[in-house]
DNA sequence: CTGATATTCACCCTTAGAGGTGAATATGTT
DNA sequence: AACATATTCACCTCTAAGGGTGAATATCAG
């Protein structure tokens, strides 16, 4: 899971979409408005988030209402602190090794 | 930046590299051995950490060791913490409106 | 029924990523 | 000099991502 996460988050427009979800529920039209690509496009970015889990859909007729489900960005975040983590032990390691040689 | 560190963490090769380097400096043969691909494979993936500033190169010889430079991670925790605030935030509001309504 | 709106489907093209192999380069060892 | 080690370079293949267009589908409004 962690993997789609990430490609998810990796691609500007795909960021910028979460950003304007994170102020509420939009449709898919809405949420195509600011960008220059074509609504195709970012219909297939929709998808991708989809499928990371980032993204709900809820279909009323004929409009597409899309909303944020974020919980898959814990994961990402854990992976992060816990290497920021290690990275700090390893650090306080090294500077033991130093105090004592 | 945050692209390309997203897209260089994003790969599990990649993430094992990283996870491995924060045990501390290693050669590229030596980062590369657990894997069941390529040297050469193992090179590009380096060099894709190199580029995302995520990994720095000392070169001793005909031996390049390789460390950690986390850094740039900070930013990637960074975009995930806000998306993390906003959500809350619009949770908050709707909570509000459920409330007042 | 007709026409407009919302979204996707089915294609196309181009680029980048991830993997491979074999040769080249540079350094160390004998 | 000859050989081995460490790494990259130059190429090849395959797949997926990101963009596009035009048609299909589904719904709503008249």
Redesign the pocket.
């Known amino acids: 899971m962690l993997d789609?996460t990430l490609?998810?988050i990796?691609?500007?427009?795909?960021r910028a979409i979460l950003s304007r979800l994170a102020e509420g529920e939009a449709?898919?039209?809405?949420?195509?408005r600011p960008?220059?690509?074509?609504?195709?496009?970012?219909?297939?970015?929709?998808?991708?988030l989809?499928?990371a889990k980032l993204v709900r859909?809820r279909?009323?007729?004929?409009?597409?209402?899309?909303a944020l489900t974020p919980a898959p960005l814990d994961e990402a975040a854990d992976w992060i602190a816990e290497q920021k983590t290690l990275w700090a032990w390893r650090l306080g390691e090294l500077e033991k090794a130093l105090k004592d040689g």
């Open positions: 789609e490609i998810a990796a691609d500007p427009t795909r449709r898919v039209t809405d949420v195509a960008f220059a690509i074509s609504l195709n496009s970012v219909s297939k970015h929709i998808r991708m989809e499928r859909r279909i009323e007729g004929r409009e597409h209402f899309l």
